[in-house]
T-cell receptor, first 113, second 108 residues
Framework: NAGVMQNPRHLVRRRGQEARLRCSPMKGHSHVYWYRQLPEEGLKFMVYLQKENIIDESGMPKERFSAEFPKEGPSILRIQQVVRGDSAAYFC???????????FGPGTRLLVL | KNEVEQSPQNLTAQEGEFITINCSYSVGISALHWLQQHPGGGIVSLFMLSSGKKKHGRLIATINIQEKHSSLHITASHPRDSAVYICAVEEYGNKLVFGAGTILRVKS
């Protein structure tokens, strides 16, 4: 059973471009969480999704950021018109059910030039 | 004041020493997680607990719900234990709130 997979592992974008980060949860997991770790800072919750539903997006910036978890395929975190301050490590985690251990992916390190 | 406070921020130990990392929180929670992050690396979930004590190999985690405090212990520490250890609390609703982490370095 493969773990949580994220791709790309590293992503370089210029200011104004779009970044798409993908997360494939563990098999059988229908709950996905996205977290962001800014340089020299701790992890912060961004969004919690179940299949086809956003359950809690209280940690998402109001503009330029969106997330989805379609019925088929990976969860996508999309950042439009990236700025330098978006440079960070973005981690995805998944769990099989509500209030169960979350298993983390390896992260995507986004660098905005 | 942060909702999750960890101490110490930095910890250096000699190989073989017994290590304790503490976590205090100020909100009601449904569970507490201990995570391990290696430099430049991913995050591994060590424990999820809502009461009592759990043990896995040389790692032990305890939680006191009334005092809103948890400890992570490492027995017979080894240089490969060097990492950042992060406490995170799960508020009702699944989202995690993280402490700042404890940077542990175990010297041989």
């Amino acid at each position: 059973n493969a773990g949580v997979m994220q791709n790309p592992r590293h992503l370089v974008r210029r200011r104004g471009q779009e970044a798409r980060l993908r997360c494939s949860p563990m098999k059988g997991h229908s709950h996905v969480y996205w977290y962001r770790q800014l340089p020299e800072e701790g992890l912060k919750f961004m969004v919690y999704l179940q299949k086809e539903n956003i359950i809690d997006e209280s940690g998402m910036p109001k503009e330029r950021f969106s997330a989805e978890f379609p019925k088929e395929g990976p969860s996508i975190l999309r950042i439009q018109q990236v700025v330098r301050g978006d440079s960070a490590a973005y981690f995805c985690a998944s769990s099989p059910r509500d209030q169960e251990t979350q298993y983390f992916g390896p992260g995507t390190r986004l660098l905005v030039l | 004041k942060n909702e999750v406070e960890q101490s110490p921020q930095n910890l250096t130990a000699q190989e073989g020493e017994f290590i304790t990392i503490n976590c205090s929180y100020s909100v009601g929670i449904s569970a507490l997680h201990w995570l391990q992050q290696h430099p430049g690396g991913g995050i591994v979930s060590l424990f999820m607990l809502s009461s009592g004590k759990k043990k896995h190999g040389r790692l032990i985690a305890t939680i006191n719900i009334q005092e809103k405090h948890s400890s992570l212990h490492i027995t017979a520490s080894h240089p490969r234990d060097s990492a950042v250890y992060i406490c995170a609390v799960e508020e009702y609703g699944n989202k995690l709130v993280f402490g700042a982490g404890t940077i542990l370095r175990v010297k041989s």
